[in-house]
């Protein structure tokens, strides 16, 4: 048995420990009596980001992607409190997707802090629209036609490690594609996106469940309606990833996004490599010349409206739905960490219950100043402090 974890329930506030064994939840007791509950760090369960694709100069789309920077990139993530994510590889060659999905299933191979804490891996591409606008920053040369054989090649090289595929539901043939990744246990999402509404609503029917980072990676203007953003929105079957770092989407659609998921709304941190990195100007390979503000804006040097990522954590973006008054903290919370969970089928969707995995999170919450403290996964404790 490990030593009980201590402090307020996450969304009762009420003073709790929770016991641990073998890797598990054993108990969750109110504690009553003389504690300040004040003085008490918050607990919840691990966060769960279904979008990574670096952070603190580990970049997952820089070739050649070795597997030691795989396993660095997942002991960071664990102190922010992420006890699970899907590294994300973005379109590129077809030689250079293999490559690093290989190198991710080594990683995961080699060792069991990299075999807990990856989900399964998050392909952005290549199969999106290559319009400018929903094309994003992805590099137009690569993008190309859903093809299952070249997704198998990936998957094999992976060793089954891809879990959620990103594509636009507009290539011809889209739908027949969905289909075929759903009953192979991939997960689709909506991105990039440049389809139609009846082929958003094709693509549902199809087996399509989720809308990666929901408001981005779109035209600059759209018409009024119909269009693929109302389609996203209105369909109950999606998830709905957003970006909350107040740069990607403004407070008014995150909260049409909240109330329109409910309980499919879903935070992703979408960090590129200088997500934990201190304000100042760097060189992507993505991108070129950036600045990171001190606001944690990340921009084109010589065009401060652009974004060349967001640089954002997944806990400083529940924090800033908290202090905007979009969400109180146990619903935000969720959105990071039992709302992805569940779509991913994890066991850590159960919360803070006994039986579920000893995936947790203490923190401080100062407005909306977010501090972790410690993470546990599956009960041990994270040796790194929060940077």
């Not at 997952?60 to 102190?79: E, F, G, H, I």
């Not at 246990?185 to 996106?193: C, F």
Request: aromatic letters at 4%.
């Amino acid at each position: 048995m490990s030593a009980p974890i201590i402090g307020r329930h996450y969304r009762t506030g009420k003073p709790i420990e929770v016991a641990v064994g073998e890797g598990r939840i054993t108990g969750v007791a109110e504690l009553e009596g003389a504690l300040s509950v004040d003085c008490l760090p918050w607990l919840a369960p691990g966060l769960v980001d279904l979008q990574v694709n670096g952070g603190w100069r580990l970049d997952l789309n820089t070739a050649p992607l070795c597997p030691d920077t795989v396993l660095q990139l997942t002991r960071k993530l664990k102190s922010q409190g992420v006890t699970s994510y899907c590294p994300t590889l973005i379109t590129n060659s077809s030689v250079r997707l293999a490559e690093a999905a290989s190198a991710i299933a080594k990683a995961v191979r080699l060792n069991p802090d990299a075999a807990e804490g990856i989900a399964g891996i998050h392909l952005e591409g290549p199969f999106i629209s290559p319009e400018d606008g929903p094309r994003g920053a992805h590099p137009r040369q690569h993008i190309v036609a859903p093809d299952w054989e070249a997704l198998s090649r990936w998957q094999e090289a992976a060793e089954g490690l891809i879990r959620i595929i990103t594509l636009s539901p507009e290539w011809p043939g889209a739908a027949a594609f969905i289909n075929r990744c759903s009953e192979s246990g991939i997960l689709v999402s909506i991105g990039h996106t440049a389809a139609t509404p009846e082929q958003i609503r094709e693509a549902v029917a199809a087996g399509a469940v989720m809308s990666t980072h929901l408001g981005n990676g779109t035209h600059l203007t759209l018409p009024r309606h119909p269009n693929y953003l109302w389609e996203q929105l209105a369909a109950d079957e999606l998830y709905g990833c957003m970006i909350a770092d107040g740069h990607h989407l403004p407070l008014s659609v995150l909260a049409v996004i909240l109330r329109m998921k409910g309980g499919r709304a879903i935070l992703v941190s979408d960090a590129v490599s200088l997500s934990g990195m201190p304000p100042g100007s760097y060189h992507l390979h993505i991108g070129g010349d950036v600045v990171l503000t001190v606001e944690g804006r990340l921009h084109l040097a010589g065009q401060p409206a652009l974004l060349a990522g967001s640089a954002m954590m997944l806990p400083d973006q529940v924090g800033y739905l908290v202090e905007a008054g979009l969400s109180g903290l146990a619903d935000a919370w969720d959105c990071a960490s039992v709302h992805p969970a569940q779509l991913l089928g994890l066991e850590q969707a159960a919360g803070l219950k006994v039986g579920a995995p000893a995936d947790v999170v203490s923190f401080n919450l100062d407005g909306g100043k977010l501090r972790v403290l410690q993470c546990w996964k599956n009960g041990r404790i994270s040796p790194q402090s929060r940077e």
